[in-house]
Every structure is written in C-alpha cells, then in structure tokens.
C-alpha cells in the first residue's frame, strides 16, 4: 500500500492493483507514482493534479473526467487509455505514447506534448490552446473540432515549452 505524508503518496516503482488504486483515486494529488504499472486501472474522475506519472504504465487505462493538471506525464505509456474530458492543462506530456487513446473534448492547453506519439488518438472537440506539439506524431489522428488555436510549432516566434524541475 502506497506510504502517505500528509496529501503526497510515494510508491516508487510498486506495483498497485485497481483495488489499490480505486481506493485512493480521489486524493492523487501530487502523489509520486513515477514508473507505476496501472495498466487497465480504473482512475475515472481521479484527482492526480499535480501527481508525477513519469515513466508509467496507463495502458488501457479509465481516466476518463479525471483532473491531471500539471501533472508529469513524461515517457509515459498511455496508449489505448480513455482520457475523454480529462484536464490536461499544463500537463507535461513530452515523449508519452498516446496511440490509440481517446481524449475527445480533453483539455490540453499549454501541455508539453513534445515528441509524443498521438498516432490514431481521438482528439476530437479537444482544447489544444497553447500546447506544444513539437515533433509529436499525429499519424491518423482525429482532430475534428479539436482547438488548435495558437500552437506551439518549431520556428523563432514561438516559444520554448516551460523548464520542468
């Protein structure tokens, strides 16, 4: 069972089952669940805010309304994951798999999706306002009605996605 101090869980690299998971779901925020295998975990309306999921492994995974805000999503595997309405705003999500995922109508505005692999991703009515998209990978995605206004794109007007600590 993940140690708590105060609101921060740490697990490390542990592997948590869904019971685990579900358990605790409502109060993520800022938890340390860097490399954690949550595959297939049911994490619907989860708060992660702020949780660092670096490395993880969210394949197939329910994140479905959950709030992911500033989370470090970095390297991680969310391939085929439901993440239909989830609040991705400011979320770091450079080098993470998202193929085949489903984030219709999703808030990523300002995210990092540097190098992030979107192949295939739903993307529909989803807010991609400010997000850096630099070198993702798009291949066959959906993006009707998907908000592209003002994306982060190579070249000397735009700016440099945000040093992350």
Do not use: Q
């Not at 993940?2 to 800022?30: K, Q």
């Not at 989370?71 to 391939?79: K, S």
């Not at 798009?138 to 998907?146: C, F, P, S, V």
């Amino acid at each position: 069972m993940p140690t708590r101090w105060g609101r921060v869980y740490s697990v490390g690299m542990a592997e948590l089952t869904r019971d685990d998971v579900e358990e605790i779901a409502s109060g993520l925020e800022n938890a340390d669940l860097s490399r954690a295998n949550l595959s297939r975990a049911n994490l619907d309306r989860a708060n992660l805010t702020g949780a660092n999921l670096s490395g993880a492994n969210l394949d197939g995974a329910n994140l479905r309304m959950a709030y992911l805000n500033t989370a470090n999503l970095t390297g991680a595997n969310l391939g085929n994951a439901n993440l239909s309405g989830a609040d991705l705003t400011g979320a770091n999500l450079s080098t993470a798999d998202l193929s085949g995922a489903n984030l219709f109508k999703a808030k990523l505005g300002a995210a990092d999706l540097t190098g992030a692999n979107l192949s295939f991703a739903n993307l529909g009515g989803a807010n991609l306002r400010g997000a850096y998209l630099n070198g993702a990978t798009l291949d066959g995605a959906n993006l009707t009605g998907a908000d592209l206004t003002m994306p982060a794109c190579p070249g000397p007007s735009w700016p440099a996605p945000p040093e992350r600590a």
